[in-house]
């Protein structure tokens, strides 16, 4: 599915709560083992399409493709690779470079962060939250219910709470800026209360030791601000290149130089340009996705 075939499907989605509830019903049965016409068996699903519109056929063949996908793609569907179908069809996302907010249903304000994306689970009984990849935050509106945010390695949990989540290889970095949250991790029993001014990062072994956190600096991305203080040059290529689309990497000879100030998330061209006036190196440009930084 190209970008185009994707907008299209969110679109239908969007478009009505029937919609929306005929692809969670599409979304759940077993695509690998039945493909073909056994996808839109579900009688729901096939109402909801039939009346869907002057721009059915359009939407028709989205799920076409979805299906054509399914019948020789399983391998990649189902695999390791099935978080980026995973991320394409959530309730809310963002592509590389782009940060947004919304507000949800309770009230409750969620920014995403470049290549993001989550799943949304709200009923008069719980707020559920499912992180898909990415990195956002959550300032979480008080009320009796508690909400649940979960990520590949943790449950959080809090009623009244404005925290930061980040998931990466790594395992997941959780910034508490107001509040309270209570951290469960996957990989030991005891849960964890963090306050306001906290953060840990939780991986499969559990809750690391947690430490204060720089609240201005956790922050900075939401002002389109990567924020350097002497800061070595190949983890700042590895953070910039979250926000472009391509390959973006530093030599080894210079990979350890370091460097301090900010830097613009939303003109990555120009924070290269002033890393190349700050230190001594030079940017060479195969194309517009494919960028070295090498020594001068």
């Avoid at 300032?139 to 990466?168: F, G, K, M, N, W």
Wanted: net charge positive; glycine share 8%.
């Amino acid at each position: 599915m190209n970008a185009p075939d994707l907008e299209a499907l969110r679109c239908w989605r969007e478009a009505s709560d029937e919609h929306e509830h005929a692809w969670q019903r599409v979304a759940s049965l077993p695509l690998l083992q039945q493909p073909g016409a056994n996808l839109l068996r579900d009688a729901t699903a096939r109402r909801a399409l039939e009346s869907a519109g002057p721009d059915m056929q359009k939407r028709r063949q989205v799920l076409k493709r979805l299906l054509i996908l399914g019948a020789v793609g399983g391998v990649a569907w189902q695999g390791a690779g099935s978080t980026p179908v995973r991320a394409a069809l959530a309730n809310y996302r963002t592509g590389t470079g782009e940060r947004h907010q919304w507000t949800l249903v309770d009230g409750s304000s969620l920014w995403l962060n470049t290549a993001s994306a989550v799943n949304l689970d709200f009923t008069d009984q719980v707020r559920r939250i499912q992180m898909i990849e990415g990195e956002l935050a959550l300032r979480v509106r008080a009320e009796s219910r508690s909400l649940q945010l979960i990520t590949p390695d943790a449950i959080l949990q809090s009623r009244d709470a404005y925290l930061q989540v980040r998931h990466d290889r790594q395992g997941t970095q959780v910034t508490v800026l107001e509040g309270q949250v209570q951290v469960h991790s996957r990989g030991q029993q005891a849960p964890s209360s963090f306050e306001a001014g906290w953060q840990a990062r939780v991986d499969r072994f559990g809750i690391g030791v947690p430490n204060r956190a720089d609240l201005l600096v956790s922050q900075a991305w939401l002002r389109g601000v990567l924020p350097a203080d002497r800061l070595r040059l190949d983890a700042l290529v590895a953070e910039l290149s979250r926000y472009r689309p391509g390959v973006l990497r530093c030599h080894e000879q210079v990979s350890g130089l370091r460097l301090t100030g900010s830097f613009s998330l939303d003109d990555t061209d120009a924070a290269l340009t002033l890393v190349a006036r700050t230190l001594p190196v030079r940017i060479e440009r195969m194309t517009r996705y494919w960028v070295s930084i090498v020594p001068a």
